[in-house]
């Protein structure tokens, strides 16, 4: 079993529609959980992250986990065509020291005008 | 606002051949890492360091792999004998401290081993 499982899509939801995006762990040590965001030819950019259960809101994103059932979503409201990118979920454990992500996949998400 | 800067953008290179990609990290960043992303493939990690040694490494940072910070703004991912499965984007990051820190990724390098 893979550690982190994200469907790759590709997802594609027409303007301003309401999207949900999610992630699935095996390994319960995980605490961290980030969303990035990576444009074509780019590095990830981090959007949110949460440490607990429950939701996190951030203006037309909300990023929620449940580690019961080690299931991680981020909804992003009134999507836009410049939403389109790939979301990639990580999560980590947090050391003593540097903390490596481990990513999922990515869901590539494509808006339409 | 500060950066995270990799160069070259792409990299071709022989099998066999040794290559050195290049980072520098935002100025007042500690910790610094490497991720690489097969095309098609999620970002895997690599490597983390931090007061000059390695703090952590993944199975895939075998003997071929090895970094650097030469300077104080360098950081430097060398394999030393390209196969053609290093073809991939890598990927540095950085982050001020320890913990959980935003993890700042730079644009990345494309290797592609010939």
């Known amino acids: 079993q893979k550690e982190v499982e994200q469907d790759p899509g590709p997802l594609s939801v027409p303007e301003g529609a309401i999207v949900s995006l999610n992630c699935t762990y095996s390994?319960?040590?995980?605490?961290?959980f980030m969303w990035y965001r990576q444009y074509s030819r780019k590095g990830p950019e981090l959007l949110m992250y949460?440490?607990?259960?429950g939701n996190k809101e951030d203006g037309r994103f909300t990023a929620q986990v449940d580690k019961s059932s080690k299931y991680i979503s981020l909804f992003i409201r009134d999507s836009q065509p410049s939403d389109s990118a790939t979301y990639l979920c990580?999560?980590?454990?947090?050391?003593?020291?540097?903390?490596?992500?481990?990513f999922g996949t990515g869901t590539q998400l494509k808006v339409e005008l | 606002e500060p950066e995270v800067t990799q160069t070259p953008s792409h990299q071709v290179t022989q099998m066999g051949q040794e290559v050195i990609l290049r980072c520098v990290p935002i100025s007042n960043h500690l910790y610094f890492y490497w991720y690489r992303q097969i095309l098609g493939q999620k970002v895997e990690f690599l490597v983390s360091f931090y007061n000059n040694e390695i703090s952590e490494k993944s199975e895939i940072f075998d003997d071929q792999f090895s970094v650097e910070r030469p300077d104080g703004s360098n950081f430097t991912l060398k394999i030393r004998s390209t196969k053609l499965e290093d073809s991939a984007m890598y990927f540095c990051?950085?982050?001020?401290?320890?913990?959980?820190?935003?993890?700042?990724f730079g644009p990345g390098t494309r290797l592609t081993v010939l």
């Open positions: 949460t440490y607990s259960s």
């Open positions: 990051a950085s982050t001020r401290q320890g913990g959980v820190n935003e993890q700042f």
């Open positions: 390994n319960s040590a995980f605490q961290y």
């Open positions: 990580a999560m980590n454990i947090l050391t003593g020291g540097g903390n490596k992500l481990t």
